[in-house]
């Protein structure tokens, strides 16, 4: 598959919504919504921030991968490879590639300046509701690992570069909705089935499991050095001591499934839901300090850095927030 043009321009999409003042923005003066981008058709289902905060990177149930690029407010690249949706993007920390994982079975490498597709990762197995899809990816910071979970309970474990299967666990007793990778890519965590399973990666053995949330499947996972933070269908959001591997406290406050969480580089965690916000939590007081409004449906995914955050939500729409927004705790 490498070495196939998968790319297109601005001109490919629809509805773009350029990047204009707050004020002529289809959003209130001073609403912290900076802009709106439509150009998805049908859900965005994913997002990442690229590490120079100038791209984003969605995938949508249009099978596309499409590049964002926010100063502009121009779609300046879609990716078209994927046979079905896109769940889940990644980009790697020097910006130049992109890892994408579907519907069809597939995780898929771009370069991010051409949207030529470099590898197809083949691996993951259809279940036994004949369901295949690639649930999550992440990627090292080094770029030479590929992190992947998916409907066939499995975490496996890719070389970044050849697209070679190097690492295949199982343990999980349902859909790896989750993984994360921890700094020097010597851990990973996985989630899917009311438990957290830590991996070593060098030889793909589990090395603890960890168990707090009560409902359904714990979807996304977001890790540093002390602590890893969970999200639930039991509308919560998980604070772990990875030290004691214990839940510490969960955040209550959204009134639907939460989907997505990221840590902001101040220490604040950031939660997506089902309810159509997004909320900045405190994870020492567990308190909620802002709830951000504006999609029209269930917000499925968020990433951010210090000056933006950035949202996307089966409404079709990317959005890009004010992260400096000022909020008295609650």
């Not at 150009?39 to 995938?59: A, M, Q």
């Not at 994870?283 to 968020?302: A, F, M, Q, R």
């Amino acid at each position: 598959d490498g070495g196939s043009v998968a790319g297109s321009t601005t001109k490919d999409c629809k509805n773009v919504v350029r990047w204009i003042p707050v004020s002529q923005a289809l959003v209130p003066a001073g609403h912290p919504c900076l802009t709106v981008f439509g150009g998805h058709e049908g859900d965005v289902n994913s997002l990442r921030l690229d590490s120079s905060g100038e791209y984003i990177y969605s995938g949508g149930r249009d099978g596309t991968v499409r590049k964002w690029e926010i100063q502009s407010g121009e779609c300046c690249l879609v990716m078209r490879g994927h046979k079905e949706d896109v769940i889940c993007v990644d980009v790697t920390a020097d910006g130049l590639a992109v890892f994408s994982g579907g519907v069809d079975e597939t995780i898929k490498k771009w370069d991010a300046e051409t949207g030529i597709e470099l590898l197809s990762l083949v691996g993951h197995e259809k279940n036994e509701s004949d369901y295949g899809d690639v649930k999550c990816v992440r990627i090292s910071l080094d770029g030479q690992m590929v992190c992947s979970g998916g409907s066939d309970k499995t975490v496996r474990l890719w070389n970044g570069v050849t697209g070679a299967l190097s690492q295949v666990m199982r343990g999980h007793s349902d859909e790896v909705f989750g993984v994360a990778l921890n700094a020097d890519a010597s851990l990973v965590y996985s989630c899917g089935d009311k438990s957290i399973r830590e991996w070593d990666t060098a030889s793909g053995e589990c090395v603890r499991t960890l168990l707090g949330h009560t409902e359904i499947s714990i979807i996304c996972l977001s890790v540093n050095e002390k602590h890893l933070y969970s999200d639930s269908f039991d509308n919560t959001v998980g604070v772990w001591d990875l030290k004691e591997g214990s839940l510490v406290r969960q955040m209550e406050g959204h009134t639907d499934d939460v989907n997505s969480v990221c840590e902001l580089p101040d220490g604040n965690i950031l939660s997506v839901s089902t309810d159509k916000t997004i909320k900045k939590w405190n994870p020492i007081t567990g308190k909620c300090v802002n709830t951000l409004e504006g999609h029209s449906y269930d917000v499925s995914s968020v990433d951010a850095n210090s000056s933006i955050i950035c949202s996307g939500s089966f409404d079709g729409t990317v959005r890009v927030w004010d992260a400096t927004v000022k909020a008295t705790e609650s």
